[in-house]
């Protein structure tokens, strides 16, 4: 039952890729390209995952997944982030957010990708 992943990334190829990815290992799984739009996917569908990319135009994706970590206290929360050197300040924000979340560089392997969602839900 476990199994709903939402995904945010405001490039549609790589939010597309994700949610194939997942869909292929038996996730349900939507991506959304504006944190609005991530939102009222979660609204509708209550996703177990939030896959979430750090850089955003309109606003941080650590912003949307503190709104989401607020109203979805179960929803789990892997955070991308394509450059290595914000690492080391995506962690610290994370650490201040109201839950652990997972974080990964991209591009990321599948695999490695999917045995961390696996994971985090496993624990949740």
């Given at each position: 039952?476990?199994?709903?992943?939402?995904?945010?990334?405001?490039d549609?190829?790589?939010?597309?890729?994700?949610?194939?990815?997942?869909?292929?290992?038996?996730?349900e799984s939507?991506?959304?390209?504006?944190?609005?739009?991530?939102?009222?996917?979660?609204?509708?569908?209550?996703?177990?995952?939030?896959?979430?990319?750090?850089?955003?135009?309109?606003?941080?994706?650590l912003e949307?997944?503190?709104?989401?970590?607020?109203?979805?206290?179960?929803?789990?929360?892997?955070?991308l982030?394509?450059?290595?050197?914000?690492?080391?300040?995506?962690?610290?924000?994370a650490s201040?957010?109201?839950?652990?979340?997972?974080?990964?560089?991209?591009?990321?392997?599948?695999?490695?990708?999917?045995?961390?969602?696996?994971e985090?839900?496993?624990?949740?």
């Open positions: 039952a476990m199994r709903r992943v939402l995904v945010f990334d405001d549609r190829l790589v939010a597309d890729t994700l949610t194939l990815i997942f869909s292929k290992s038996g996730f939507g991506a959304a390209d504006s944190a609005g739009h991530a939102l009222e996917l979660a609204r509708e569908h209550e996703p177990n995952l939030l896959l979430c990319d750090v850089t955003m135009p309109d606003r941080g994706g949307l997944a503190n709104d989401i970590a607020r109203e979805f206290p179960d929803c789990r929360i892997i955070m982030t394509a450059f290595y050197s914000n690492l080391k300040s995506v962690r610290e924000q201040k957010l109201a839950r652990p979340m997972g974080i990964l560089t991209k591009p990321c392997q599948p695999a490695e990708l999917l045995r961390e969602a696996t985090m839900l496993a624990t949740a």
